[in-house]
């Protein structure tokens, strides 16, 4: 491995991408995990087509540097612990099914509409401070049914989580926790009490 370190990171190779992969080619890699290694630039995953889990968490990328549709089979990525502000990057893996990007510093969610497939959103711990801006966003998104809010500014925000339930129906779990019918109950109540106010 010959890695090429930035003044202030590593610069990803495609050496390293056969070497954590086990593949003799990137185009060949289907999993990858650069869990770690401090790094701040992976614009060499463009060579690896056909990836469909990345690990890319507790590095320090700003960006990901990947064109539209890079990586178009990725269905699950992980960028939790990093320092990306925005979430544009999703344009590089439209199919997307599982996003862990927690611990980052992201304000805006609308590029999720980017990956109409999202099952799995995990976006605790960054800088969401709008509840109803966010959850417009989300509703656009017909297959989630896991979320991760909590951690971010919007998660204080009086019945948060009543306010998720009534208007994400479909979702299963909500910061890591089992939604119950009563839970639907309660936001319905809650919504109702709202309105007659």
Known sequence: ITP???SHGLVLQ???I???SGEDDASKADMLVLR??????????????NLTSLSLSHN?????GLPCGALPLLVELNVNKNALASLSFLECCPALQRLYASSN???????LALCPALAVVA???????DLAVTLQALQGLEHIHELELDGNPLSSAPGYKHSVVQQLAAL?????????RKDHNDAAHFVSYQHRR
Do not use: Q, Y
């Open 60 to 64: 320090e990328l700003r960006e990901l």
């Open 105 to 111: 510093v992201f304000s805006d969610v609308t590029p």
């Open 14 to 16: 495609l050496d390293m």
């Open 18 to 20: 056969t070497e954590f």
């Open 172 to 180: 299963t779990r909500l910061d890591g926790e089992m939604i119950m």
């Open 123 to 129: 976006l605790h711990g960054n800088i969401l401070k």
């Open 4 to 6: 090429r370190a930035e």
């Open 36 to 49: 770690g290694l401090g790094l701040t630039d992976v614009s060499a995953l463009k060579a690896a087509r």
